[in-house]
């Protein structure tokens, strides 16, 4: 574990190829944490960053915002001396990695947005909205809110808690509410539109609310070398649902 001179991080591997994973909205700097044994640690270096207000870096202050995150990155890429490097986002770090590419864009080799919100963010009614903003403080809406992005099946209950945060969020209340306007709202697709790096999108098939016909009408369409993938068994977590698929298929696409 490190602590750049701004956000904190951890890593794993020791290989030339430079891999930055970024956390979604209820994760951390230990969301990848179950791929681990199933990661290539000769051939990669990975490279998990906290966002302010989350894990290593809770008790940095911020704007909570994806330019802040995008920031963050390139920073503690510059602090490793990591010049090129892939970018790997769940869900709302999937908005962010298009952020970091946006901003530094001769510096990304690969994208890789797991169950990913798009660079449009993810528009909701008003009811809706007010329902998931009250999430910071209210645990039967975070249960809720991840019990549909795995598509209500059956799974244990200790588990369905400790992903919703419940009893105590992965983040300060401040940054998960921040963060919240952050991944939903503000549109800069603009900005990444065209961009001929190789991308590949990864959504679960029970993830009802990130779905394959939202990537085809955003990722898909806007980067003209990006293949998606429909992962099996598995919703808006597969790093926790199938850590060892999801590991096989970005490995395989980085090394392509």
């Not at 207000?53 to 940095?60: I, K, P």
């Not at 602090?79 to 908005?95: D, N, P, T």
């Not at 919100?117 to 008003?126: I, R």
């Not at 394959?212 to 598995?234: H, I, Q, R, S």
């Amino acid at each position: 574990m490190g602590r750049n001179m701004s956000i904190g991080y951890q890593t794993y591997g020791t290989g030339p190829h430079k891999v930055i994973a970024l956390h979604g909205w209820f994760g951390d700097h230990t969301t990848y944490d179950p791929m681990w044994d199933a990661f290539s640690a000769d051939v990669f270096t990975y490279i998990f960053p906290a966002y302010r207000g989350y894990g290593l870096s809770r008790r940095l202050p911020g704007a909570y915002s994806i330019e802040e995150i995008a920031t963050d990155v390139i920073a503690l890429a510059d602090s490793l001396g990591v010049a090129r490097f892939s970018l790997i986002g769940h869900s709302m770090g999937g908005k962010a990695i298009q952020r970091v590419l946006a901003d530094a864009p001769d510096r990304v080799e690969k994208l890789i947005a797991v169950t990913p919100v798009p660079a449009s963010g993810v528009p909701f009614d008003k009811e809706t909205r007010a329902a998931v903003r009250s999430a910071a403080n209210n645990p039967e809406v975070r249960r809720g809110i991840v019990a549909y992005s795995v598509g209500n099946r059956p799974v244990p209950q200790v588990w369905l808690d400790r992903i919703a945060g419940v009893p105590r969020l992965p983040a300060t209340p401040e940054a998960f509410a921040g963060y919240f306007e952050a991944w939903s709202q503000g549109d800069f697709s603009d900005s990444i539109k065209g961009k001929e790096l190789p991308v590949k999108v990864i959504v679960g098939e029970h993830d009802l609310a990130l779905t394959p016909d939202l990537m085809k009408a955003t990722y898909l369409a806007w980067y003209p070398n990006a293949e998606l993938e429909v992962l099996p068994a598995c919703g808006h977590y597969p790093m926790e649902e199938t850590p060892i698929a999801l590991a096989q298929s970005i490995e395989a696409f980085l090394r392509a």
